[in-house]
Each structure stands twice: as C-alpha cells, then as structure tokens.
C-alpha cells in the first residue's frame, strides 16, 4: 500500500490536472462572449436582418455566461482543495462533517472534495451533519 504522502502528491497533481482542465473550459466559453454582433468590427454581414437570429445569439450568450460561473464555482472549490493541501496537509482529505477520513476512492474522482460520502448525501438530503469525532473510513 502506498503511503500517505505518495497518495497526496497522486492527489496533487490531480487537482492540478482538474484546475488545467477547468480554465481551458473557462477560456473556450470567454470565447463566446467575444463574438458578440458588437465586436464585429464593422463586417457588415455580421449584423442581424432577423429578430429569432438575435434571440438565438443572447441565449447561446446566457448559457455560456451560466456555465463560466459554474466553472468558476469548481476553480475556486480546487484552489480551496489545493490551498489545504499546502497549508495544512493533515486536513485535506478529512470530512469536514465529521472528521472522518474521506476515502481515496471519492478524492481520486472528486479531489476537490469536502466531505465523506455520508454527509455528503445527508446534506444533498436537507439535513445536517454532526461531528462523529474523528473516525478512520481508510488507512491511507
């Protein structure tokens, strides 16, 4: 079994992938803002004769704009993740509904994550977690 500090230098550079992966996202949709009727530099064939052609183009707009903050919830959920990685590496990994161990199964698929898988489901459920005190889900 590989130790701790392996696992979270595994983990590290998965966050880092994440983050990488997440900005080049963020950077594709600023591209849709850009190419707005208004920044056509006065190409005359990028105005817009039908009124169903502008409705399409501000809602392609809308959702680009929906999902760049969606993206940038996750980034800063990664820097938050990376951040306790590098200041306090004892607590990254640590439920922070229970203190529990969270397993390097989930960290691997969501590294950026917060909490165990059963507060996490009891928060997703409208309910609420209390500490159980520090408690072992894997020995990593």
């Not at 080049?24 to 064939?45: I, N």
């Not at 009891?122 to 990593?140: C, N, Y």
């Amino acid at each position: 079994m590989k130790s701790r500090k392996k696992k979270l230098a595994l983990l590290e550079r998965r966050l880092q992938e994440e983050r990488r992966r997440v900005l080049e996202q963020v950077e594709d949709l600023s591209d849709v803002f850009a190419d707005t009727l208004y920044e056509a530099d006065g190409d005359v064939s990028a105005y817009v004769s039908d009124v169903w052609d502008l409705g399409t183009d501000a809602m392609g707009r809308e959702q680009a704009f929906m999902l760049t903050s969606l993206e940038a919830e996750e980034l800063a959920k990664i820097d938050l993740a990376l951040r306790k990685l590098y200041l306090t590496p004892e607590d990254y990994g640590r439920c922070e509904g229970c203190s529990a161990d969270i397993s390097f199964e989930r960290l691997w698929v969501i590294p950026h994550a917060r909490n165990c898988l059963l507060c996490q489901k009891l928060l997703e459920e409208g309910g609420t977690v209390a500490k159980r005190g520090r408690g072992a889900v894997e020995d990593w």
